[in-house]
């Protein structure tokens, strides 16, 4: 009779084993269900500030700790009511200057007036300068009232650059900030664009050049910009550990460019993974961001 219930007493461990797996199974399911949907959440939902310090030779001693707050790929974000949320950030930071880097409605967009509203309080406080993005463009060419969201930044004072440069004054010294907007068949085809064609020969001295988008680095480089701030690749929409960006907008896979600061000799640029997206693909593990560059003249000792 002995030998009849052990086989009984390893039956019911091996139940048990069995629930006990089970549990684990379904705690360690729930625990990836909810980290996703949190990420989910921060990626899509909100913002955070990311700092960057960025330092030059040839930055004007004068410059130093000057502090310029980019906004890109907006993508008709609206953050708070009104973009309080927004505004509240940029003035935390407390920029010199302020630029939107392009994407910031996106390409079948209608109704501006909420994103308008959210960028007044920021223009007023602060010169504010804007270049087009890949999705400006293409609205531009397939959308009858295009003009009517640049007449309404025009209007709350935001300076267009469309492909030229001007001249920051700060403490008596100068820099120069250009804006970059490369055709919409640079995008389409991968094609770099012509600096020289589209901003003439860069000039004497420090300059900073907004630039959507941040793949042809290198010719930006060439054309001779000390700092690029860039944006277009939405971060590489889903970042891994040890990987980085995933996808780049041209559903290439692992953009060499999307998040962060890059060097080029003495020569940098920045990379904001943006404050918005299209629809799909979402983001994931990938938090939208305002990006607040701090330049540093290595000139001072």
């Known amino acids: ?29 729930a625990l990836v269900i909810l980290g996703l949907l949190f990420s989910f959440y921060r990626s899509n939902m ?5 700092e960057y310090t960025v330092a030059s030779p040839y930055l004007p001693n004068a410059f130093n700790n000057y502090r310029i707050a980019q906004i890109s790929d907006l993508h008709n ?7 309080s949320k927004l505004q509240e950030a940029i003035e935390e930071a407390n920029p010199n200057i302020v630029v939107l880097t ?23 406080k602060y010169p504010t300068y804007y270049i087009r993005g890949n999705h400006e463009l293409y609205r531009d060419q397939n959308m009858e009232n295009a003009e009517a969201f640049y007449k309404a930044l025009d209007a709350i004072g935001v300076v267009r650059l469309e492909n030229r440069t001007v001249t920051l004054l700060h403490r008596e010294a100068t820099i120069h900030l250009a804006g970059l907007t490369e055709p919409l068949g640079c995008y389409e085809y991968s094609s770099p664009p012509k600096m020289e064609e589209l901003l003439g020969k860069k000039g004497d001295g420090y300059t900073v050049l907004l630039a959507h988008n941040p793949l042809p ?15 277009h690749v939405h971060g590489g929409v889903i970042r891994l550990p040890f990987i980085g960006g ?27 993974v943006g404050m918005g997206g299209t629809k799909f693909p979402f983001r994931l593990f990938n ?5 607040i560059i701090t330049l540093t003249s290595q000139s001072i000792h």
């Open 246 to 272: 995933v996808l780049s907008p041209e559903r290439s896979f692992f953009p060499a460019y999307s998040k962060g600061v890059y060097q080029s000799g003495k020569q940098s640029m920045v990379v904001s």
């Open 1 to 29: 009779m002995t030998s009849q219930r052990k086989p009984k007493k390893k039956s019911l461990f091996s139940d048990l084993m069995v629930k006990w797996h089970r549990v684990i199974l379904l705690v360690l399911s």
């Open 217 to 231: 680095f290198q010719t930006y480089v060439d054309w001779g910009a000390d700092l690029i701030l860039s944006g």
């Open 102 to 124: 392009g994407d910031i409605i996106s390409r079948r967009t209608q109704n501006t007036d909420a994103v308008i509203e959210e960028l007044k309080p920021i223009a007023e």
């Open 287 to 291: 938090d939208q961001e305002l990006v």
């Open 77 to 83: 974000n609206v953050f708070g009511k009104n973009g």
């Open 46 to 50: 909100t913002f955070k500030t990311t």
